[in-house]
């Protein structure tokens, strides 16, 4: 089961004196990782990622606690994380970013 995200400041960050002044407006973290695939041989080489095999991009965004907020599956290996972090805003059932969020600081690590 996925969480929504909450945009009220973590208590682990809130009672931290070394990471309240940089992460208080922080609600989670995103990442993605590669998976291997199996796809059909004609569009195998849009899978072949930046390592050897077949794989599969996927993006994942997880709270302070570690529960997952949001997945996204399905992108061939050789996409670029921002561009998978671009159609998961993009899209209607997509990444949700809590109001009063800034989304330049995601958008920044790219």
């Known amino acids: 089961m996925i969480w929504p995200p909450s945009n009220h400041c973590h208590r682990k960050i ?14 989670g973290a995103i990442d993605g990782t590669h998976v291997l695939a199996r796809v059909p041989k ?18 994942a965004a997880v709270d302070f606690d ?7 599956a399905g992108w061939e290996g050789s996409a670029h994380d921002a561009l998978i972090l671009a159609n998961a805003l993009e899209r ?19």
């Not at 209607?92 to 790219?110: F, M, N, R, S, W």
């Open 42 to 59: 004609n569009i195998s080489a849009a899978f072949r990622g930046r390592k050897e095999g077949i794989t599969q991009n996927v993006m």
């Open 92 to 110: 209607e059932d997509g990444l949700k970013v809590p109001a009063g969020i800034k989304l330049e600081h995601a958008t920044q690590i790219y």
């Open 66 to 72: 570690l529960i997952f907020t949001y997945v996204l």
């Open 14 to 27: 809130q009672e931290s004196t070394r990471f309240n002044p940089y992460f208080k407006d922080c609600v």
